[in-house]
């Protein structure tokens, strides 16, 4: 009898500890306005490019994510805004230009590299945003102006 009264308080503290930190969000991701040294201000990038970035790659590599309902929710949020500064830290195309050329190279190459071993977008996120899943063709395209890019640069 007494294992269920301690486990009912377990489950009461967890469900109010739940309820608490509901008010303790995590800083947003926006900004409305594109940025002066985003990616496609200064480099050829696109339409379907454009596309293929936005739904893959910007959530968590530019200053602007689109938030889904579930990160209001706390812990999720603190989750996502983690996964979000990481992703910004290694490729912020917003920040893109702020780069020297050397960095610039280094992480277009990367991006290839990810995008072709299908280690980005993440699994966790396309498991979720469908639409971000990358087929062999669209692997390719970002491959193929990749390397314009890179020309650009050099």
């Not at 594109?34 to 530019?62: F, K, M, W």
């Not at 610039?104 to 990810?114: G, I, P, Y």
Request: with cysteine.
């Amino acid at each position: 009898m007494k294992r269920k009264s301690v486990f009912k308080k377990v489950i009461v503290a967890l469900l109010v500890l739940l309820v608490i930190i509901q008010f303790f969000g995590a800083e947003k991701n926006s900004s409305a306005v594109t940025a002066e040294n985003a990616i496609e201000q200064h480099y050829t990038v696109p339409p379907p490019i454009q596309t293929l970035l936005r739904t893959g790659c910007y959530d968590c590599h530019s200053n602007n994510t689109v938030y889904p309902w579930y990160s209001r929710i706390q812990p999720v949020a603190w989750w996502l805004a983690s996964h979000i500064r990481s992703g910004k830290k290694h490729l912020n195309f917003d920040e893109f230009n702020t780069y020297p050329a050397k960095k610039k190279l280094r992480k277009l190459d990367e991006v290839a590299e990810t995008v072709n071993k299908g280690e980005m977008p993440l699994p966790s996120y396309t498991l979720i945003h469908r639409n971000a899943q990358l087929s062999d063709a669209d692997r390719k395209e970002i491959e193929s102006w990749v390397k314009e890019v890179k020309k650009q640069i050099q």
